[in-house]
């Protein structure tokens, strides 16, 4: 009875560390640091994780046109017939859609990459919404790809090989100006930044 219950106890805890080692970026040694921050918390605090966690995945659809993370498919960008379709801007997260949104000044649509180009971690194009970017400027529809990852040494990385992929296809392809500070990130940008950092977008070419 007593190893009943001890294996019993062993294997919540095996449980809870074998899904949270599945998670991206989680070791086995992070997923037992969890473990036991969660023993150590209060419920409350382990059923808000846990009803977050189902009400994400019960209300949070990805968009099947840009990968955008929303509460509907398509999403209200892709779905918006006021937006210019055939301007595409590829950003790495569905945050920096957000903090882009804020400035109000864009009018075309987006592709979220979910992540971006990491060799070292093992995130190579097959990880991210790659083919349905190719697959989208190959139906013809889109004139201008504006590469929005972040201006760090892997956001410059994966814009060069999205680049790379699409310039034969016939599109205009533009980088975001560098008003961002190399090194940061969309998401942490000011409005104006950001706002500038569309109007004057350049060339691929020009560097
Ligand atoms: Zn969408």
């Known amino acids: 009875m007593g190893d009943m219950a001890k294996s019993r106890s062993n294997s919540a805890f095996e449980r809870l ?6 998670l991206p970026g989680i070791g086995r040694r992070s997923a037992e640091r969890i473990a036991f921050y969660l023993l150590k918390a209060s419920t409350q605090e382990a059923e808000a994780l846990a009803e977050a966690v189902l009400a994400f995945k019960r209300d949070q659809k990805v968009c099947a046109i840009c990968g955008h993370v929303t509460e509907s498919d398509p999403c209200p ?13 590829v ?5 920096d859609v957000a903090s882009l949104e804020q400035t109000g000044v864009y009018r075309g649509v987006y592709h979220v990459l979910m992540g971006r180009l990491a060799p070292l971690e093992g995130v190579g194009p097959g990880e991210l919404n790659i ?9 013809g529809r889109v004139r201008e790809v504006i590469l929005g ?6 956001g410059d990385g994966t814009a060069l090989y999205l680049a790379e992929q699409l310039e034969a296809m016939g599109v205009k392809l533009t980088r975001l100006a560098r008003g961002i500070p190399t090194g940061s990130l ?3 940008a000011s409005k104006a930044v950001l706002s500038d950092a569309i109007q004057s977008r350049h060339a691929m070419e020009d560097g």
């Open 91 to 95: 950003v790495e997260q569905p945050s």
């Open 77 to 89: 960008i892709c779905a918006d017939e006021q937006r210019d379709a055939g301007q595409v801007l």
């Open 149 to 154: 990852t972040n201006p760090t040494l892997e």
């Open 17 to 22: 560390t074998d899904q949270l080692s599945r």
């Open 131 to 139: 083919d349905r970017l190719v697959a989208r400027v190959r139906e």
């Open 186 to 188: 969309l998401a942490g």
